[in-house]
């Protein structure tokens, strides 16, 4: 009779019956973790297809800005269009360089203070949207666990009072509840280790992309600090 009653608890359990068996609380903590699992896995796919398409810009500017093409026609080119990264850093120096050569610039130093503070500005903008939407995988991945564990508790305290309530240990009376238990354990962690390994891929993604941003910013400021002598010098000199 005890291995009948083991046969029928068996062929009960899989993951729909239990969770159409679980407790009302049981139920929410696993929608929420599979709700937390699936935005995971969309911010992954986004951000696999952002930081591809960043690196592949990034590589195409750098060719375009070190052929030796005009700064003056590479301006004219980008100012019209909606630029991100390095491009964006690029736009933002030259407009402020043009800005200020408009309105008579006389004193080097303010001028490439300006300039240094408009890329800063473009580069911290920059990393901000690359690092959006990262924190949310770092919750993820440090509550889901503990989400997950709160109904484990709650499917264990289910499992005792299905003991008490029948008056028997039996297998088939306890393991629902436990497997209730260690569902919810087992989908909280299939909700954090993805996003925990996640948010370190693409924080070190973000981290090289703004490097390169602030490599390219220093350079780029060197070019211009040398620019600006050649051509506030001889207006110094005739006053």
Do not use: C
């Not at 986004?46 to 592949?56: E, S």
């Not at 770092?138 to 299905?162: E, R």
């Not at 569902?183 to 993805?194: F, K, S």
């Amino acid at each position: 009779m005890e291995h009948a009653d083991l046969a029928a608890a068996a062929s009960s359990v899989s993951l729909w019956s239990l969770f159409m068996q679980a407790g009302l609380i049981v139920k929410l903590v696993m929608i929420g973790l599979i709700g937390a699992s699936v935005w995971t896995w969309a911010i992954v796919i986004d951000k696999y297809m952002t930081f591809a398409k960043a690196k592949r810009q990034f590589d195409q500017f750098e060719q375009v800005f070190w052929s030796g093409q005009s700064l003056e026609e590479l301006y004219r080119t980008l100012a019209e269009r909606q630029n991100t990264g390095l491009a964006a850093i690029f736009v933002a120096a030259m407009r402020e360089w043009k800005k200020s050569f408009e309105r008579g610039a006389r004193s080097p130093i303010g001028l490439q203070m300006r300039i240094d503070r408009a890329m800063d500005v473009t580069i911290a903008r920059e990393s901000e949207h690359y690092e959006a939407r990262l924190p949310s995988l770092a919750t993820i991945g440090s509550a889901g666990p503990f989400i997950g564990l709160f109904g484990t508790v709650v499917g264990i305290m289910t499992s005792f009072q299905a003991i008490a309530g029948s008056k028997s240990t039996n297998l088939a009376v306890v393991a629902p509840g436990i497997a209730e238990a260690l569902l919810a354990t087992a989908i909280g962690l299939v909700a954090a280790i993805p996003a925990v390994m996640a948010y370190n891929k693409f924080m070190g993604d973000a981290g090289k992309l703004s490097s390169r941003m602030e490599g390219f910013a220093d350079e780029f400021s060197a070019i211009l600090s040398r620019q600006i002598d050649e051509k506030l010098q001889p207006r110094q000199a005739a006053q």
